[in-house]
Structures are given as structure tokens and as C-alpha cells.
């Protein structure tokens, strides 16, 4: 741990460093996880559960006072009215982990009356730790690193995320890749969206798009990415994301052309233009449904989401602001 670095999240290192150890020891002898079923292919494993106690333990051992939101635990533990609130997903990228394939990690955000000030994404397999204090920069093992400088959308690398769960338009998601495959250098889903942001911000890829994730999915990665210089927001370029189960990351240039590609996707896309993507699915032989329909409710983010999405910016477009505004 550096003496430099923020002390809140020193502690959030000395916690991510600590559930690493207990993940890597277990990736040893994966076959013999125990693992069970949250919903159709959405699994939990004891390693999720065992990575995120010590995460707890070792964040409320140093801030007593402090309000936490897990994944696996919801709001179970910590101060229920704090101010702070630390964010918390165990163990980003379970499938692959129960599988042997190495790409996984650790997320831990904190917020601050509802703006992300701290950020840890630990990848234990490679041991990479990806850090991010609010104004000071995002770093890499200690080294600055920035999102990248290409500026043409058919030389970038794309990172997404494929839908997985029973009710999620496929269809319309498939419409969504093939918009942006054939505009790029290449598609990616490597199955982990902490570390997709993460690396979005150290510049290994140009942008990131997905649906469906979670606050604690994208909580720290999101300030990776804008303290690394790039731009993240919904699919229609809006900054208050954090809760609205859909995440788009890029350098600014990249994110720009993206936005005008997947806005028309997005739950918040003007009904002409969700009226299109109808008719384009209809073409197709899709159903026709609208591109959000059907797709799974928020889950209770008590997991502390009180089921509603926050329309509160959508009447001013801000693709270029920061977006750590979360309102919890």
C-alpha cells in the first residue's frame, strides 16, 4: 500500500488484495467450489460469499460507521444511514471463474453522498490493480494510465457484454452487435464488466457497452474510465446511469460515435426511434417487441434499488459530463 494514495482507499486495496488471496486459492481446486443457481445461468459460488465477508470485515474494521450495498448481502451489513457507502461486487465474472477461464475480479466503489469517490478493480489472476481517487487520476499497479487516443470507430476494439437471462431480447441485442461489428475492428465479450471498464480506462480497449448490469458492476469502473479521460453514460449519452441497467464507456471521440449507434436501443430512445428498431426486428422476423421489453426488472438493490429508473437528467443530454451521480 502507498502512503500517497487516498486512505479510504488504501483500506479498499488492503480489502481487495485480501478476497484475491482467498479466490486465487480456490481457482487452484475449482472443480471443488460449491456452487448453486441465483436465477438461470446467474450463479453464486462460496467464493462469492467468502470474498465479500472479508471485504466487509475488512472495510467496517476500519470505517465502523460506514453503510455498504453487496451483491451477495444487499444492505444486510453497515450503517443504514451513512453517508459513505461502500459498493461491492465479491467476484465480477463467476461463470468464468467456475469454469477455470481467468477473467474475473474484484469491484469496490465508495460513495460519498451518492458520487463515486474510490474505486478497486483487482484482478487476482494477474495480479493487475486498478485504482481511482476522484480528481487524482486512474492508475494501473501504480502507473497512470489513460483511455485510448484512436479516434475512428473501424480501428477500435469494442467491449460488450452478452444478455444471459430468461426474458432478455436477444433479438434485439443481436441488432445491437451487428451495428456495431460491422463499424469496428472488432467485438469482445470477455465476461467481466468491472474489468471491461477497467479496461476501457487503461486504454487496452476503446469502448464498452452493456445491459442488464448492476450498480456494483459498473460503480467503480465508471470512475476509472472518467478519471482516465473518457466518458461514460447510458446508451443515449446521459450521465445518471449508475442505476439504469445499461452502461456505455469510451474515450470521448470513440463514445461520441457510439452514442448515435446504440441511443436508439436504449430504454430512453425517443419512441420514433424505438418505433425503428421495432420494424427493423420485424424485418428480421424478431418479434417486434420493444428492444426493453421483456428485459428482467431491476433487481432490489436490497440490493438497494427501489425498482424505479431515474429520468431526473433525461431532459438534457450530457454525454460529456462525469457520471458518478448516483442517487442511492
Not at 419512441?271 to 428492444?291: I, T
Not at 438497494?304 to 454525454?319: M, T
Request: proline share 4%; net charge negative; charged share 25%.
Amino acid at each position: 500500500m502507498s502512503s500517497n494514495l487516498h486512505p479510504m482507499l488504501n483500506v479498499a486495496i488492503k480489502a481487495a488484495r485480501a478476497a484475491g488471496a482467498i479466490i486465487n486459492r480456490a481457482a487452484l481446486d475449482v472443480e471443488s467450489v460449491r456452487i448453486s443457481q441465483k436465477q438461470i445461468n446467474d450463479f453464486v459460488t462460496e467464493v462469492d460469499h467468502a470474498s465479500e465477508k472479508i471485504i466487509i470485515e475488512t472495510l467496517l474494521t476500519a470505517y465502523p460507521g460506514h453503510g455498504i450495498l453487496a451483491e451477495e448481502s444487499g444492505k444486510e451489513y453497515g450503517a443504514k444511514d451513512s453517508e459513505f457507502v461502500w459498493i461491492i461486487d465479491p467476484l465480477d465474472g463467476t461463470t468464468n471463474f467456475i469454469h477455470g477461464f481467468p477473467v474475473y475480479c474484484i469491484s469496490i466503489a465508495l460513495a460519498v453522498k451518492g458520487k463515486v469517490e474510490q474505486a478497486v478493480v483487482y484482478d487476482p489472476t494477474r495480479n493487475d490493480l486498478f485504482t481511482a481517487t476522484k480528481g487524482r487520476g486512474a492508475y494501473l499497479n501504480e502507473r497512470r494510465i489513460r483511455v485510448s487516443k484512436r479516434t475512428q470507430l473501424k480501428d477500435c476494439l469494442i467491449s460488450t457484454g452478452f444478455p444471459f437471462r430468461p426474458g432478455d431480447n436477444f433479438k434485439s441485442y443481436l441488432n445491437m452487435m451487428a451495428d456495431v461489428m460491422q463499424r469496428t475492428a472488432g467485438l469482445r465479450r470477455p465476461g467481466a464488466a468491472a474489468l471491461d471498464l477497467a479496461y476501457v480506462a487503461a486504454g487496452f480497449t476503446d469502448g464498452f457497452f452493456e445491459t442488464g448490469l448492476s450498480i456494483w458492476d459498473v460503480a467503480a469502473g465508471s470512475l476509472l474510465v472518467t478519471e482516465a479521460g473518457g466518458l461514460v453514460g447510458n446508451f443515449t449519452g446521459e450521465a445518471d446511469f449508475l442505476e439504469q441497467r445499461e452502461c456505455l464507456a469510451g474515450n470521448p471521440r470513440i463514445y461520441g460515435q457510439l452514442v448515435p449507434i446504440l441511443g436508439k436501443y436504449s430504454k430512453f430512445a425517443s419512441a420514433g426511434d424505438k418505433a425503428s428498431v421495432r420494424q427493423a426486428a420485424s424485418a428480421d422476423g424478431g418479434s417486434g417487441a420493444d428492444p426493453v421489453d421483456g428485459q428482467e426488472p431491476a433487481e432490489a438493490l436490497d440490493a438497494g434499488d427501489d425498482g424505479q429508473d431515474n429520468h431526473a437528467s433525461h431532459d438534457a443530454k450530457n454525454s460529456g459530463s462525469k457520471s458518478e451521480d448516483a442517487p442511492f
